[in-house]
């Protein structure tokens, strides 16, 4: 059975529920605010939306400790506010992805309770046990320097548990069949509620087999098999967006040999590689990691992205290279997270509007699919003083009315930006909406392009020399249709001379101006893009324009 491929060419829409809108007033987002708010994710354009963890938890770890799998934390409200909010979202025609958080539970859910008390007790073989404390118990941590082990003692169980993340999420026991049939019941459960795939938290640590004594290099790729093949048999089109943040050479692995693993994987690779081309203008290395992430399956795609949730991790860069950025885009240490990152949002490491559309067209225009986090549609800000990874965790900025018309509770569960030239009075929906030049509009622009844009999502492409080292030609063609995508890096205009006829290429047709540019006598192409500027072509070849004669 062959899956319709429909994601790629979505545009996908992050938000975390408890920082979206708050509609019942006790300062926590919840269901029906976010589906009061369809209306407006419809009319930009997005056709995904991505949940962040939202079942019962702690919240330790903004959701990601999750005490209960099948169920919504009461500050969210109840499974029917869920269903109503799939009702709604399926109307709009928008397709929902929700976390699938199995590497780790939280340390109150019951089968982590139950495992406690004993080797005889039902889940104790669900977790990852050691008597002794291992050798290797604190190495691997996720966020050094924050994090101390990776094994914790635990006083009612006389032993140590194994924990990739903080010692209060305990990582799952994937070599225990029950378990996996267990994520298969989970999968099931959510799949039968209406939602159209699973952004798969933690894929490597998911798969990895986990001992006391020496380290295994080797990953369980047969179970992503598994789950592949129980996902596609309950819902033939649903997907998996993998989090992997790995090296081009083991994408492979992940993607499978024949398109039977992750549909879709975030491009963590480019990514940090298209921010040191913004904080440097130079291209050559994102360049050779666009080719270095080629993908030939053609079920395989890419998701591409500026920023997320997390830190904006710089750890495949050199260290020379992450110092630039560093420089550029986060020179405090309070800027900075875990030695290989930084915890800002994308307004306010660019600093101006040219250098964010830059960046958003370029991101939009790359092989994959394109994630838009909530709020930087509207170039919100961070908040510095919040601790890790909070700071791009803030609440939406709907208006200018009190607490950014977010909630109308006395305390909310991140306070909002108040202050400076990114506070809800001057950065918010309701004046952008208003506002014909606005960066809202703008990007409601750009997501209607990328739509249009086919050829991005379905098409082979290649990157044209520009004789340029400050600007990148994507070119992209499918089905006799071809695209050609300029983007310049630098802080001054330029002018580039491109040959185009052994594509056949004679005129190209600006789709974001009233312009075209019909190649000269020698059959070349004079383009001439603003400092920062972008620029997107539709071509039409020699035969098309006879043929229209």
Not at 514 to 542: C, P
């Amino acid at each position: 059975m062959i899956e319709e491929l429909w994601y790629k060419n979505a545009v996908i829409y992050s938000l975390d529920l408890e920082t979206f809108m708050d509609y019942n007033g006790d300062g926590v987002g919840d269901f029906e605010g976010l589906t009061r708010r369809l209306d407006y994710l419809h009319a930009m354009g997005v056709d995904t939306v991505w949940l962040a963890p939202f079942q019962p938890t702690p919240n330790k770890d903004n959701g990601y400790d999750i005490k209960d799998y099948y169920g919504v934390d009461p500050r969210h409200g109840s499974s029917g506010n869920f269903v109503e909010f799939m009702h709604q979202a399926n109307k709009r025609g928008i397709k929902v992805i929700i976390d699938l958080v199995v590497n780790h539970t939280s340390v109150d859910h019951p089968w982590f309770q139950n495992a406690r008390t004993g080797k005889d007790a039902k889940y104790h073989d669900w977790y990852i046990w050691s008597e002794e404390r291992p050798e290797d118990w604190d190495e691997g941590m996720v966020f050094p320097g924050v994090q101390k082990s990776t094994w914790t003692y635990d006083k009612k169980a006389k032993a140590y548990y194994y924990h990739r993340f903080y010692n209060f999420q305990p990582d799952l026991n994937m070599a225990n069949p029950e378990v996996r049939e267990e994520i298969c019941r989970i999968m099931g459960f959510w799949l039968e509620l209406g939602v159209a795939g699973f952004r798969v938290d933690a894929v490597p640590f998911l798969l990895e087999v986990t001992t006391t004594g020496p380290k295994e290099d080797k990953l369980n790729f047969k179970y992503l098999r598994e789950l592949r093949r129980f996902l596609q048999w309950r819902r033939g089109d649903a997907i998996f967006l993998g989090e992997a943040n790995v090296l081009p050479k083991d994408t492979k692995k992940y993607f499978g040999e024949e398109g039977e693993g992750i549909h879709l994987m975030f491009n963590f690779y480019v990514n940090q590689y298209m921010f040191y081309a913004l904080a440097t203008g130079d291209i050559e290395p994102l360049k050779e990691a666009l080719e270095a992430t080629r993908i030939n399956f053609p079920t395989s795609h890419w998701a591409n992205f500026l920023r997320n949730h997390d830190e904006l991790d710089l750890g495949r860069l050199t260290d020379e290279q992450r110092q630039k950025v560093f420089a550029r885009f986060g020179p405090d240490e309070n800027m900075q997270l875990y030695g290989r990152g930084i915890r800002r949002r994308l307004s306010t490491m660019l600093g101006n509007r040219q250098q964010s559309e830059l960046a958003y067209s370029l991101m939009f225009s790359l092989p994959g699919a394109p994630v838009i986090r909530y709020g930087d549609e509207i170039g919100m800000g961070d908040d510095l003083s919040l601790k890790e990874r909070d700071a791009v965790r803030t609440p939406m900025q709907w208006t200018a009315e009190k607490h950014a018309g977010f909630s109308a509770a006395d305390k909310l569960i991140h306070p909002v930006i108040d202050e400076g030239p990114y506070s809800y009075q001057h950065v918010n929906v309701d004046s952008q909406r208003r506002t014909p030049d606005s960066l809202l509009n703008w990007m409601t622009t750009l997501v209607r392009l990328r739509h249009e844009c086919t050829e991005i999502g379905w098409g082979d492409w290649e990157i044209l020399e520009t004789n340029n080292a400050q600007i990148l030609c994507m070119y992209y063609s499918w089905q006799g249709s071809s695209l050609l995508i300029f983007h310049n890096f630098a802080e001054k205009a330029s002018e580039v001379i491109l040959d185009l006829k052994d594509k056949q290429i004679n005129k190209l047709i600006d789709l974001m101006r009233q312009e075209e540019s019909v190649a000269n006598g020698k059959g070349r192409h004079h383009i001439t893009l603003d400092a920062y500027g972008y620029r997107w072509f539709r071509a039409e070849g020699i035969t098309h324009l006879m043929q229209k004669g």
